[in-house]
Protein backbone atom coordinates (compact mmCIF):
# COMPACT_ATOMS: atom_id res chain seq x y z
CA UNK A 1 0.00 0.00 0.00
CA UNK A 2 1.31 3.67 -1.22
CA UNK A 3 1.04 6.09 1.49
CA UNK A 4 1.06 9.78 0.41
CA UNK A 5 1.51 12.59 2.78
CA UNK A 6 1.37 16.26 1.94
CA UNK A 7 0.18 19.82 2.74
CA UNK A 8 -2.84 20.69 2.43
CA UNK A 9 -3.38 24.89 2.32
CA UNK A 10 -4.06 27.74 4.53
CA UNK A 11 -7.28 28.47 6.13
CA UNK A 12 -8.34 31.65 6.57
CA UNK A 13 -7.78 33.20 10.32
CA UNK A 14 -11.04 33.26 12.15
CA UNK A 15 -12.33 36.32 13.78
CA UNK A 16 -12.17 36.26 18.14
CA UNK A 17 -16.10 36.92 18.03
CA UNK A 18 -16.86 33.68 15.55
CA UNK A 19 -16.34 29.97 16.22
CA UNK A 20 -15.13 28.44 12.86
CA UNK A 21 -17.14 25.41 11.73
CA UNK A 22 -17.56 23.82 9.02
CA UNK A 23 -14.60 25.23 7.43
CA UNK A 24 -12.75 22.28 5.71
CA UNK A 25 -15.36 19.83 4.10
CA UNK A 26 -12.88 16.35 4.53
CA UNK A 27 -13.28 14.81 1.29
CA UNK A 28 -13.47 10.55 1.04
CA UNK A 29 -10.72 8.63 1.28
CA UNK A 30 -8.26 11.71 3.28
CA UNK A 31 -7.86 11.83 6.56
CA UNK A 32 -7.79 15.79 7.72
CA UNK A 33 -6.11 16.89 11.17
CA UNK A 34 -6.54 20.50 12.69
CA UNK A 35 -4.53 22.26 15.17
CA UNK A 36 -6.81 24.93 16.97
CA UNK A 37 -5.36 28.74 16.01
CA UNK A 38 -6.06 31.65 18.01
CA UNK A 39 -7.46 34.83 16.26
CA UNK A 40 -4.76 36.64 14.09
CA UNK A 41 -3.66 33.37 12.94
CA UNK A 42 -3.53 30.52 10.02
CA UNK A 43 -4.80 27.09 10.54
CA UNK A 44 -2.78 24.65 8.94
CA UNK A 45 -4.49 21.68 7.60
CA UNK A 46 -2.51 18.10 6.91
CA UNK A 47 -3.65 16.01 4.50
CA UNK A 48 -3.14 12.27 5.00
CA UNK A 49 -4.27 10.58 1.40
CA UNK A 50 -4.03 6.68 1.80
CA UNK A 51 -4.37 5.18 -1.44
CA UNK A 52 -5.07 1.57 -2.07
CA UNK A 53 -3.18 -0.77 -4.27
CA UNK A 54 -5.67 -2.60 -6.66
CA UNK A 55 -3.69 -5.52 -7.11
CA UNK A 56 -0.61 -7.11 -5.51
CA UNK A 57 2.68 -6.25 -7.80
CA UNK A 58 6.19 -8.42 -7.48
CA UNK A 59 7.69 -5.17 -6.36
CA UNK A 60 5.48 -3.73 -3.89
CA UNK A 61 4.10 -0.12 -4.88
CA UNK A 62 5.74 -0.57 -8.42
CA UNK A 63 2.86 0.51 -10.67
CA UNK A 64 2.59 -2.74 -13.79
CA UNK A 65 3.03 -2.42 -17.38
CA UNK A 66 -0.82 -1.63 -19.23
CA UNK A 67 -0.80 -4.54 -21.15
CA UNK A 68 -0.46 -6.83 -17.68
CA UNK A 69 -3.81 -5.50 -16.83
CA UNK A 70 -4.32 -8.27 -13.97
CA UNK A 71 -6.28 -10.80 -16.07
CA UNK A 72 -3.88 -13.63 -16.66
CA UNK A 73 -3.35 -16.07 -13.83
CA UNK A 74 -0.48 -15.62 -11.69
CA UNK A 75 -0.02 -11.94 -13.33
CA UNK A 76 1.90 -9.57 -10.68
CA UNK A 77 3.60 -7.25 -13.45
CA UNK A 78 6.73 -8.88 -13.77
CA UNK A 79 7.93 -7.91 -17.49
CA UNK A 80 11.42 -6.19 -17.12
CA UNK A 81 12.11 -6.85 -20.48
CA UNK A 82 8.63 -5.91 -22.28
CA UNK A 83 8.41 -9.33 -24.01
CA UNK A 84 4.54 -8.98 -23.52
CA UNK A 85 4.03 -5.46 -25.24
CA UNK A 86 2.69 -7.41 -28.52
CA UNK A 87 -0.60 -9.10 -27.57
CA UNK A 88 -0.31 -11.72 -29.97
CA UNK A 89 3.20 -12.57 -28.39
CA UNK A 90 1.97 -12.63 -25.29
CA UNK A 91 -0.06 -15.38 -25.57
CA UNK A 92 2.17 -17.50 -26.55
CA UNK A 93 4.68 -16.36 -24.04
CA UNK A 94 1.44 -17.42 -21.35
CA UNK A 95 1.72 -21.26 -23.45
CA UNK A 96 5.37 -21.20 -23.27
CA UNK A 97 5.26 -20.48 -19.70
CA UNK A 98 2.63 -22.85 -18.51
CA UNK A 99 4.37 -25.69 -20.87
CA UNK A 100 7.94 -25.11 -19.41
CA UNK A 101 6.35 -25.31 -15.42
CA UNK A 102 4.60 -28.12 -16.05
CA UNK A 103 7.92 -29.90 -17.48
CA UNK A 104 9.63 -28.15 -14.33
CA UNK A 105 7.25 -29.80 -12.25
CA UNK A 106 7.93 -33.20 -13.22
CA UNK A 107 11.77 -33.30 -13.19
CA UNK A 108 11.71 -31.88 -10.15
CA UNK A 109 9.67 -34.76 -9.05
CA UNK A 110 11.48 -37.08 -10.82
CA UNK A 111 14.72 -36.19 -9.82
CA UNK A 112 13.94 -36.09 -5.99
CA UNK A 113 12.41 -39.44 -6.80
CA UNK A 114 14.78 -41.33 -8.21
CA UNK A 115 17.30 -39.53 -6.01
CA UNK A 116 15.87 -40.98 -3.06
CA UNK A 117 15.62 -44.30 -4.03
CA UNK A 118 19.45 -44.51 -4.83
CA UNK A 119 20.50 -42.82 -2.51
CA UNK A 120 18.59 -45.50 0.32
CA UNK A 121 19.67 -48.35 -1.74
CA UNK A 122 16.21 -49.30 -2.73
CA UNK A 123 16.83 -48.99 -6.32
CA UNK A 124 20.23 -49.09 -8.04
CA UNK A 125 19.98 -46.35 -10.31
CA UNK A 126 22.43 -43.41 -11.67
CA UNK A 127 22.20 -40.07 -10.11
CA UNK A 128 19.82 -38.08 -12.48
CA UNK A 129 22.40 -36.56 -14.41
CA UNK A 130 24.33 -39.75 -15.64
CA UNK A 131 20.42 -41.15 -16.27
CA UNK A 132 21.02 -40.26 -19.94
CA UNK A 133 23.80 -42.27 -20.96
CA UNK A 134 22.79 -45.59 -19.54
CA UNK A 135 22.29 -48.67 -21.45
CA UNK A 136 18.68 -50.63 -21.42
CA UNK A 137 18.19 -54.39 -22.79
CA UNK A 138 15.06 -53.65 -23.93
CA UNK A 139 16.40 -51.27 -26.24
CA UNK A 140 19.04 -49.09 -27.93
CA UNK A 141 19.72 -45.60 -27.52
CA UNK A 142 18.73 -44.63 -30.71
CA UNK A 143 15.76 -46.29 -30.61
CA UNK A 144 14.62 -45.07 -27.38
CA UNK A 145 15.32 -41.72 -29.19
CA UNK A 146 13.66 -41.92 -32.32
CA UNK A 147 10.61 -43.10 -30.39
CA UNK A 148 10.44 -39.92 -28.27
CA UNK A 149 10.79 -37.83 -31.13
CA UNK A 150 7.64 -39.13 -32.87
CA UNK A 151 5.92 -39.32 -29.78
CA UNK A 152 7.01 -35.39 -28.24
CA UNK A 153 6.83 -34.46 -31.58
CA UNK A 154 2.88 -35.95 -31.81
CA UNK A 155 1.73 -34.30 -28.80
CA UNK A 156 3.61 -30.63 -29.18
CA UNK A 157 2.36 -30.52 -32.93
CA UNK A 158 -1.17 -31.15 -31.54
CA UNK A 159 -0.58 -28.47 -28.66
CA UNK A 160 0.13 -26.07 -31.56
CA UNK A 161 -2.63 -26.62 -33.23
CA UNK A 162 -4.93 -26.22 -30.32
CA UNK A 163 -3.40 -22.93 -29.93
CA UNK A 164 -3.96 -21.64 -33.25
CA UNK A 165 -7.27 -22.80 -33.80
CA UNK A 166 -8.57 -23.12 -30.52
CA UNK A 167 -11.03 -26.71 -29.81
CA UNK A 168 -9.40 -28.13 -32.74
CA UNK A 169 -7.82 -31.10 -32.15
CA UNK A 170 -11.38 -32.86 -30.96
CA UNK A 171 -12.47 -32.91 -34.41
CA UNK A 172 -11.85 -35.84 -37.03
CA UNK A 173 -11.93 -39.32 -35.88
CA UNK A 174 -8.38 -40.52 -33.78
CA UNK A 175 -8.53 -44.09 -33.39
CA UNK A 176 -11.63 -43.73 -31.23
CA UNK A 177 -10.09 -41.07 -28.24
CA UNK A 178 -10.70 -38.04 -30.08
CA UNK A 179 -12.38 -36.85 -27.52
CA UNK A 180 -9.82 -36.75 -24.68
CA UNK A 181 -7.87 -34.56 -26.75
CA UNK A 182 -11.01 -32.09 -26.71
CA UNK A 183 -9.28 -28.31 -24.86
CA UNK A 184 -10.97 -26.84 -22.41
CA UNK A 185 -9.26 -23.88 -23.67
CA UNK A 186 -5.66 -23.63 -25.06
CA UNK A 187 -3.02 -24.33 -22.37
CA UNK A 188 -5.52 -26.31 -20.70
CA UNK A 189 -6.57 -29.72 -21.95
CA UNK A 190 -9.07 -31.78 -20.83
CA UNK A 191 -10.69 -35.01 -21.08
CA UNK A 192 -10.65 -38.66 -19.09
CA UNK A 193 -6.68 -39.16 -20.18
CA UNK A 194 -5.57 -35.29 -19.34
CA UNK A 195 -7.46 -34.66 -16.25
CA UNK A 196 -9.01 -37.67 -14.99
CA UNK A 197 -9.84 -36.30 -11.54
CA UNK A 198 -11.96 -33.66 -13.17
CA UNK A 199 -11.11 -30.69 -11.34
CA UNK A 200 -11.54 -28.00 -13.52
CA UNK A 201 -14.33 -29.43 -15.33
CA UNK A 202 -15.03 -25.50 -15.51
CA UNK A 203 -12.23 -23.74 -16.65
CA UNK A 204 -14.19 -20.50 -16.80
CA UNK A 205 -14.71 -20.54 -13.11
CA UNK A 206 -11.13 -22.44 -12.14
CA UNK A 207 -8.88 -18.93 -11.62
CA UNK A 208 -7.52 -20.99 -7.98
CA UNK A 209 -6.47 -23.68 -9.85
CA UNK A 210 -4.62 -21.95 -12.81
CA UNK A 211 -2.80 -19.74 -10.23
CA UNK A 212 -1.55 -22.50 -7.92
CA UNK A 213 -0.88 -24.17 -10.63
CA UNK A 214 1.41 -21.26 -12.24
CA UNK A 215 2.91 -20.63 -8.87
CA UNK A 216 4.15 -24.35 -7.88
CA UNK A 217 5.42 -24.39 -11.56
CA UNK A 218 7.63 -21.17 -11.02
CA UNK A 219 8.75 -22.62 -8.38
CA UNK A 220 9.57 -25.86 -9.66
CA UNK A 221 11.54 -23.79 -12.44
CA UNK A 222 13.53 -22.39 -9.73
CA UNK A 223 14.38 -25.97 -8.26
CA UNK A 224 15.07 -26.82 -11.58
CA UNK A 225 18.07 -24.46 -11.57
CA UNK A 226 18.92 -24.96 -7.81
CA UNK A 227 19.62 -28.27 -9.16
CA UNK A 228 21.25 -27.53 -11.92
CA UNK A 229 23.99 -25.60 -9.86
CA UNK A 230 23.98 -27.96 -7.41
CA UNK A 231 25.05 -30.87 -9.75
CA UNK A 232 27.39 -28.85 -11.45
CA UNK A 233 29.69 -27.74 -8.89
CA UNK A 234 28.94 -30.70 -5.86
CA UNK A 235 29.05 -33.68 -8.45
CA UNK A 236 26.36 -35.36 -6.72
CA UNK A 237 22.13 -35.55 -6.48
CA UNK A 238 20.36 -33.44 -4.48
CA UNK A 239 19.11 -35.85 -1.93
CA UNK A 240 23.14 -36.79 -1.36
CA UNK A 241 23.41 -32.54 -0.68
CA UNK A 242 20.50 -32.72 1.56
CA UNK A 243 22.05 -35.26 4.03
CA UNK A 244 25.84 -33.13 3.63
CA UNK A 245 24.01 -30.31 4.93
CA UNK A 246 21.61 -31.85 7.90
CA UNK A 247 24.92 -33.54 9.02
CA UNK A 248 26.45 -30.16 9.31
CA UNK A 249 23.76 -27.60 8.78
CA UNK A 250 26.15 -24.52 10.19
CA UNK A 251 28.78 -25.37 8.29
CA UNK A 252 27.73 -27.38 4.83
CA UNK A 253 26.27 -23.90 3.21
CA UNK A 254 25.96 -22.76 0.06
CA UNK A 255 28.54 -20.27 0.52
CA UNK A 256 30.95 -22.72 1.79
CA UNK A 257 30.18 -25.01 -0.51
CA UNK A 258 30.77 -21.85 -3.56
CA UNK A 259 33.79 -20.82 -1.59
CA UNK A 260 35.48 -24.35 -1.70
CA UNK A 261 34.66 -24.88 -5.58
CA UNK A 262 36.51 -21.93 -6.47
CA UNK A 263 39.51 -22.67 -4.29
Keep these: MALVVG????????????????VYKPLSGVTNTFWPTRPGTTRCLTQTMV?????PTWLPGLDPPPYLDGSL????????????????????????????????????????????????????????????????????????????LILMGFAETKRYMDFVSPGSQAEGPFFGIEAAFEGLEPGYPGGPL?????????????RDWKL?????????????????VQASVTHVGPIDNLVEHLSNPWHKIIVQTLANSGS
Design 7 to 22: RGFLVQPCSSSFICKN
Design 51 to 55: RAQLR
Design 73 to 148: PGDFGFDPLGLGEDSESLKWYVQAELVHARFAMLGVAGILLTDLLRVTGISNIPVWYEAGAAKFEFANTETLFIVQ
Design 194 to 206: LNPLGLAKDITKS
Design 212 to 228: KEIKNGRLAMVAMLGIF
